[in-house]
């Protein structure tokens, strides 16, 4: 069924952007830095300590059991660089 979900925890810090960050890693092969520097952006404070040494060790173990299972998408501009516009924005400043 297809539609929005909701994910929270007590404060919607934490464990809220550590379990959103495994599963955009796992379906959509988001990068663990890249998520963490994003889910900064939008909800500061989220993912310290602990949680981002674990979404960082969790990559490849995510991007492993996604292969197949993972939906076609649209790819990242960092697996196709001919995509990348010359402003590289906030994000790719936080991750690069």
Same mark, same amino acid.
């Not at 959509?28 to 602990?50: H, Q, V």
């Not at 674990?54 to 996604?66: L, T």
């Given at each position: 069924?297809?539609?929005? &979900? *909701?994910?929270?925890? !007590? *404060?919607?810090?934490?464990? &809220?952007? &550590?379990?959103?960050? %495994?599963?955009?890693? !796992? #379906?959509? !092969?988001?990068? *663990?830095?890249?998520?963490?520097? #994003? =889910?900064?952006?939008?909800?500061?404070? @989220?993912?310290?300590?602990? /949680?981002?040494?674990?979404? =960082?060790?969790?990559?490849?173990?995510?991007?492993? *059991?996604? +292969?197949?299972?993972? %939906?076609? &998408?649209?790819? %990242?501009? @960092? +697996?196709?660089?001919? %995509?990348? /516009?010359?402003? $590289?924005? $906030?994000? /790719?400043?936080?991750?690069?």
């Amino acid at each position: 069924e297809r539609g929005a &979900t *909701a994910v929270h925890c !007590k *404060a919607g810090l934490g464990r &809220t952007g &550590t379990l959103i960050g %495994l599963y955009c890693m !796992k #379906w959509y !092969k988001f990068p *663990a830095r890249a998520y963490i520097g #994003w =889910n900064r952006i939008c909800r500061p404070g @989220s993912i310290l300590g602990p /949680q981002q040494q674990f979404i =960082n060790d969790m990559e490849p173990v995510m991007f492993q *059991a996604g +292969e197949g299972v993972r %939906l076609p &998408t649209r790819c %990242l501009v @960092s +697996e196709r660089p001919e %995509l990348a /516009q010359e402003d $590289q924005g $906030q994000g /790719q400043m936080l991750v690069g």
